[in-house]
């Protein structure tokens, strides 16, 4: 441990949880591909089992030197904000990559995908149907985050607790639905540009939904254990707006992609 922790910084304890999180993202990874081509996925699972464990444990400890060692003083918290906003921006970059491939085949299509988008003989979704629906549960758990995030400011424990409920319902309801719809989907990543540019849009879109229920399931296990209080509840802040880029980014995903593009 820390002798002296009156000091503006975040120095961190010593922790193996970098090493074995590098280590499962390595095994996921190469799991990953192995099962692409020799359709063996039990290296791929030990790497998300080696992960998720890490996330456990890496978060406990977060955990306990931020709400029982009273280690998150103001400059600290301060480092802490500073660090996701930075993090969100890169996922911006992120998804900007997604589009401009879209935009870059869709807006001028070749001669190989029939010089028109859709490519010739891909059937689009229809987007009034599961991508409107989708598109309204991701806006309503917009509204629910920040229900749970007034509760929270004002004391209110109950109101804090059924806005995170609800948000945490309403992704795993957005979750299921995407997959539903990738089982009924008449195309597949194979099929040329379309398929590949909807796939990972949509796709890693959906990735960070699953996260960013995970975060916010996370934090209602920590308002339920009476972590949070009206001035000190980052952890919950860092979902929220984690959650909110999501919302915005299906935004553009359904105006560009299924509307636009279909």
Same mark, same amino acid.
């Given at each position: 441990?820390?002798?002296?922790?009156? #000091?503006?910084?975040?120095?961190?304890?010593?922790?193996?949880?970098? *090493?074995?999180?590098? &280590?499962?993202?390595?095994?996921?990874?190469?799991?990953?591909?192995?099962?692409?081509?020799? $359709?063996?996925?039990?290296?791929?699972?030990?790497?998300?089992?080696?992960?998720? *464990?890490?996330? =456990?444990?890496?978060?406990?400890? =977060?955990?306990?030197?931020?709400?029982?060692?009273?280690?998150?003083?103001?400059?600290?918290?301060?480092? &802490?904000?500073?660090?996701?906003?930075?993090?969100?921006?890169?996922?911006?970059?992120?998804?900007?990559? !997604?589009?401009?491939?879209? !935009?870059?085949?869709? *807006?001028?299509?070749?001669?190989?995908?029939?010089?028109?988008?859709?490519?010739?003989?891909?059937?689009?979704?229809?987007?009034?149907?599961?991508?409107?629906?989708?598109?309204?549960?991701?806006?309503?758990?917009?509204?629910?985050?920040?229900?749970?995030? #007034?509760?929270?400011?004002?004391?209110?424990?109950?109101? +804090?607790?059924?806005?995170?409920?609800?948000?945490? =319902?309403?992704?795993?309801? !957005?979750? +299921? &639905?995407?997959?539903?719809?990738?089982?009924? +989907?008449?195309?597949?990543? +194979?099929?040329?540009?379309?398929?590949?540019?909807?796939?990972?849009?949509?796709?890693?879109?959906? *990735? #960070?939904?699953?996260?960013?229920?995970?975060?916010?399931?996370?934090?209602?296990?920590?308002?339920? $254990?009476?972590? !949070?209080?009206?001035?000190?509840?980052?952890?919950?802040?860092?979902?929220?707006?984690?959650?909110?880029?999501?919302?915005?980014?299906?935004?553009?995903?359904?105006?560009?992609?299924?509307?636009?593009?279909?």
């Amino acid at each position: 441990m820390n002798s002296h922790n009156n #000091h503006p910084f975040h120095l961190v304890d010593k922790s193996p949880w970098p *090493l074995t999180g590098a &280590l499962g993202a390595l095994i996921m990874m190469t799991g990953l591909i192995k099962w692409f081509h020799l $359709y063996n996925n039990k290296l791929m699972l030990l790497g998300m089992m080696i992960l998720l *464990l890490t996330m =456990i444990q890496w978060w406990r400890d =977060i955990i306990r030197e931020g709400t029982y060692q009273g280690l998150h003083t103001k400059f600290v918290m301060k480092g &802490l904000r500073w660090g996701m906003i930075l993090f969100i921006i890169s996922e911006v970059f992120f998804f900007i990559s !997604f589009f401009w491939a879209f !935009f870059h085949s869709s *807006l001028s299509p070749t001669i190989e995908i029939g010089s028109m988008w859709p490519p010739s003989g891909v059937e689009p979704f229809n987007p009034l149907q599961i991508p409107l629906l989708n598109t309204a549960i991701l806006l309503s758990s917009g509204v629910t985050v920040t229900w749970a995030h #007034h509760g929270l400011l004002e004391n209110n424990y109950n109101q +804090a607790l059924q806005g995170l409920f609800l948000t945490v =319902i309403l992704g795993m309801y !957005f979750t +299921a &639905l995407q997959a539903y719809e990738y089982l009924e +989907a008449p195309f597949t990543i +194979a099929d040329s540009v379309y398929g590949s540019t909807f796939f990972m849009a949509t796709g890693f879109h959906g *990735l #960070h939904v699953i996260i960013g229920t995970t975060f916010l399931l996370t934090c209602l296990l920590r308002h339920l $254990y009476f972590h !949070f209080s009206s001035n000190h509840h980052f952890g919950f802040e860092a979902a929220a707006w984690y959650w909110h880029f999501v919302d915005v980014v299906w935004l553009f995903l359904y105006i560009s992609i299924y509307w636009w593009g279909s």
